[in-house]
């Protein structure tokens, strides 16, 4: 069976959006080069898109919404376990420091909520690999001290630490819309 896991990342404030990009860019070659064969399947990366200014479209479309920073406090680590999956889930709340304000999330919602908020982060990355082994032997190699050392020391370059998150994805489900065309699309 397929194992995805997440990866939420919070970007260093003195960073802007587009230098953490190419620094996690650049992290995701140096994971390939330390893990060699045991890269997982794909690595996909979706970053928020941020704006520091209004669109200016005719039609509606997604509508910036700042995004409150959070209080400053200590991470608390938390593990947890999905009733759906053997792999346990370790997340740390994020910390915050004093810094220019925070380029917006572009966020589609008509009329503009607080729930902005929840895109605190810049990317979420999904890591997918063939099976169970193929993710336990990544993470094992992720555990070896000379590669842990280097990717600890490498992420505290771009991201905070502190603040990423990573679980492995239990149930998926997905609704479409049914095609109204008036003809088969399907086989």
């Not at 729930?115 to 979420?124: E, P, Q, R, T």
């Not at 600890?152 to 065309?181: H, K, M, P, Q, Y």
Request: hydrophobic residues 35%; aromatic residues 6%.
């Amino acid at each position: 069976m397929v194992v995805t896991l997440l990866i939420i990342m919070h970007r260093k404030p003195s960073l802007s959006p587009a230098e953490f990009r190419q620094e996690y860019e650049a992290h995701i070659e140096l994971i390939k080069h330390l893990t060699g064969e045991l890269f997982p399947l794909s690595h996909r990366r979706t970053y928020i898109a941020r704006t520091s200014s209004a669109p200016t479209p005719a039609a509606p479309v997604p509508v910036p919404v700042p995004v409150p920073s959070a209080p400053a406090s200590t991470p608390t680590p938390t593990t947890s376990k999905s009733p759906t999956s053997p792999h346990p889930t370790t997340s740390t709340s994020p910390t915050t420091t004093e810094t220019a304000p925070e380029p917006p999330a572009c966020i589609s919602l008509h009329p503009p909520s607080t729930a902005s908020s929840l895109f605190g982060f810049d990317v979420i990355s999904e890591a997918t690999f063939g099976d169970d082994g193929e993710y336990e032997r990544f993470i094992a190699r992720m555990g070896e001290p000379a590669v842990r050392a280097q990717v600890a020391a490498n992420i505290t370059r771009f991201a905070e630490a502190a603040a990423v998150s990573l679980g492995v994805v239990g149930d998926v489900i997905e609704t479409r819309r049914e095609c109204d065309w008036g003809w088969d699309v399907g086989g």
